[in-house]
């Protein structure tokens, strides 16, 4: 079994020809490589935050299963937190802090990173609002980013600067820095624009969590900034069909969107898109972009 080394840290890799995904013939060596070619990019967003993994040791189309707690054989050279539960009890979960982490991740088929909107060290703070837009029935992504263009203005009307990602699904995500919030306020604050962007187009934005009513609508699902919640991160492989990616896109490209393929990436697109672009989400890292919410 191979050895490999990695920011000083020597683990084993395994089964590096395991095809992941079986409709492009991608194996668990392609997506090593990714993660090592993006994780410059993509470790400013996982750094400080408990992660969920959605593993797939088969491939996509084999068991998948949600992980929270440390892997079983987890090293001790891994940051592993306790989290608060909504019980009270405590559960350990792993932090993705480094190249070394998320190579070893991905090395156990942990093909999807999913992030809290907080940080481990203060828990009861909400630094990022997120907005999850999905099309209902009869809508696809570019519905999405004309509903996109709409909370953009909106956020900014209160100061806050946002950024969008395709999900690496079917939908978009955008994000803001918060400062001085909570994930209860986020997720009211949230929860009031869906509302309000709903009373202003009702025939093709809906708030509601009932899946009956989406058909020929976007969905802007506001209940992510709760804090049991969690998102797919910046750059995380989804296990699809394909590996795509969610992927930080520009708002010129959100505005010039016809077609969903223009806005669907894989691991074979987005560091390219790097390297010409760098970090289209970097902004959010800024401390001087977040904002206050109203009120």
């Known amino acids: 079994m191979p050895?490999?080394?990695?920011?000083?840290?020597?683990?084993?890799?395994?089964?590096?020809?395991?095809?992941?995904?079986?409709?492009?013939?991608?194996?668990?060596?392609?997506?090593?490589h990714y993660y090592a070619t993006v994780g410059e990019?993509?470790?400013?967003?996982?750094r400080g935050r408990q992660v969920s993994f959605v593993r797939t040791p088969d491939g996509v189309e084999g068991q998948r299963f949600f992980q929270k707690r440390p892997p079983?054989?987890?090293?001790?050279?891994?940051?592993?937190v306790e989290t608060v539960r909504n019980s009270g009890e405590t559960m350990e979960q792993v932090q993705v802090n480094d190249l070394a982490t998320l190579i070893w991740a991905g090395n156990l088929s942990c093909v999807e990173i999913h992030t809290h909107q907080w940080l481990a060290d203060d828990p009861g703070s909400a630094d990022r609002l997120v907005l999850d837009l999905d099309p209902g029935p009869g809508r696809t992504v570019v519905d999405c980013c004309k509903v996109a263009l709409l909370l953009r203005d909106r956020l900014a009307e209160d100061g806050l600067t946002s950024f969008a990602k395709t999900s690496g699904s079917k939908g978009l995500h955008l994000l803001a820095a918060l400062r001085g919030a909570s994930p209860r306020s986020a997720s009211d604050y949230a929860r009031a624009v869906a509302r309000e962007l709903e009373a202003r187009?009702?025939?093709?934005?809906?708030?509601?969590?009932?899946?009956?009513?989406?058909t020929g609508r976007v969905f802007i699902d506001w209940s992510q900034n709760a804090a049991r919640k969690t998102t797919a991160a910046p750059y995380t492989v989804r296990a699809r069909e394909t590996p795509t990616v969610s992927t930080p896109v520009s708002w010129r490209e959100v505005a010039a969107a016809r077609r969903p393929e223009q806005l669907g990436f894989t691991i074979d697109d987005v560091p390219g898109r790097v390297?010409?672009?760098?970090?289209?989400?970097?902004?959010?890292?800024?401390?001087?972009?977040?904002?206050?919410?109203?009120?």
Do not use: N
């Not at 990019?41 to 996982?46: D, F, I, K, Q």
């Not at 079983?72 to 592993?80: L, R």
């Open 201 to 214: 187009h009702p025939d093709t934005v809906i708030s509601r969590m009932t899946r009956a009513d989406r």
């Open 3 to 32: 050895i490999t080394e990695v920011g000083g840290h020597r683990f084993k890799i395994s089964h590096l020809d395991r095809v992941l995904w079986p409709l492009t013939g991608t194996t668990k060596a392609e997506l090593l």
């Open 275 to 295: 390297a010409a672009d760098g970090d289209l989400m970097a902004g959010l890292l800024d401390p001087g972009s977040a904002g206050a919410l109203p009120g």
């Open 41 to 46: 990019v993509m470790l400013p967003h996982l």
């Open 72 to 80: 079983a054989g987890t090293p001790d050279w891994v940051t592993v």
